[in-house]
Each structure stands twice: as C-alpha cells, then as structure tokens.
C-alpha cells in the first residue's frame, strides 16, 4: 500500500463514520501524510504492529485516522486525547519516529478560493481539502514521543482488585493511598451514578 490511494481511503472511512464531511477528508489526508512521514505503508497488514495514533478530538477527523491507520482504543494503537484540537501524531514503534500534523484554521478560508461556485461552505471546504496541497491543509513537524510500557499495545502488565467496590484495574491506572489499592473511580468520583 506504499501508494496510498487516496479516494479508496475516503471511501472506506465514510462507511466507518458513516458520512461525507470535511473532517474526513482531513482524516484521511493527514492520515496518508503522517505515515509517508514516519514510513509506515503498511498499516492495516505488514506494518499494523509497528504504529500508534495519538488523536486529540473526539469529532470526524478521528474516524478517519482509525479507519485509515487500522488503530483502535482496544487493541491500544489508538490513544485519544482530549484537548478540542484538530491534531494527530504518528509514531512507529520500530523506529522512533513522530510526527504532530494540525489542520490549519486558515484552510477553511482559503478553500472559498479553490470552489468559489460552490455556495456551501462545507460543501466547497470537502472539495477543496480533496485538492489543497498538504503545505495549505496542515502544519507537520518531528515530535519526540514516550510512551510508558503499561500504555504499550499488548496484555494487560498487570491486574489489581480495587479495595473498595472490588472491581479490577489493569495497567497501573490503580491508585494507591495508605497502603491500600483503589480504582480512580472510588478515589476521584465517577461519571455515572448507581440507581
């Protein structure tokens, strides 16, 4: 797959999202991009061991990068970071090689320009992002990136029971207080609530 083909990646991605939109095309494109650059060709076959996906928002764009790079939440190759950014970075782990690729504010501006027929903003920015060379569409640059082992793909390092509700906690992420083991949920509070 060493020439990614661009149009069938599209195409794959929208069944997994389920829909055409920008943040797709962006997905797919910083996608392609961000492997060319840390020479993974690969991803969903020969090279599917060697990549983790940081992705650091939880809209369209992420769907691509997992339909694109094949990294999932549970095989532990995708890492979802939520800081509100249309932003992903790629590490091959043979190698050590990073990179940080950002979706450029200004692309949705300059897209008016590749389409200006098109009266639909988003229908002129999915078109122009299909086109717009990658300097227009991203900012890339080499990051360093380590990672701890209980964040590595594989089996769990380690499972512990949480003194408190019993539950158990894989990969270090217990708490310990006072000697005792607990799971953040009984230390920090939960999101849900028992009924």
Do not use: W
């Not at 790079?69 to 532990?76: H, N």
């Not at 990179?99 to 450029?104: G, P, Q």
């Not at 501006?109 to 078109?127: C, H, M, S, T, V």
């Not at 539950?167 to 083991?181: A, W």
């Amino acid at each position: 797959m060493e020439n990614f083909n661009f149009e069938e990646l599209l195409a794959e991605s929208v069944k997994t999202h389920g829909h055409l939109c920008p943040g797709q095309v962006l997905g797919v494109r910083m996608s392609i991009l961000g492997l060319r650059e840390i020479g993974i060709y690969d991803p969903l076959n020969k090279d599917r061991k060697k990549l983790i996906a940081f992705v650091e928002i939880d809209r369209c764009a992420t769907d691509a990068v997992q339909s694109v790079t094949g990294c999932s939440l549970g095989k532990r190759s995708l890492k979802f970071l939520d800081y509100g950014k249309m932003a992903a970075s790629f590490y091959n782990i043979e190698t050590g090689k990073a990179v940080r690729i950002t979706a450029l504010e200004g692309a949705r501006d300059r897209a008016k320009n590749y389409f200006p027929d098109i009266g639909d903003k988003y229908e002129a920015q999915l078109e122009a992002y299909k086109i717009m060379p990658d300097e227009e569409l991203f900012e890339m640059g080499e990051v360093k990136i380590e990672i701890k082992p209980e964040n590595m793909p594989g089996r769990p390092l380690k499972r512990v029971p949480c003194e408190s509700c019993g539950e158990y906690v894989q990969d270090l992420r217990e708490v310990v207080k006072e000697g005792k083991v607990f799971c953040r949920n009984c230390v920090d509070g939960s999101y849900y609530s028992l009924v």
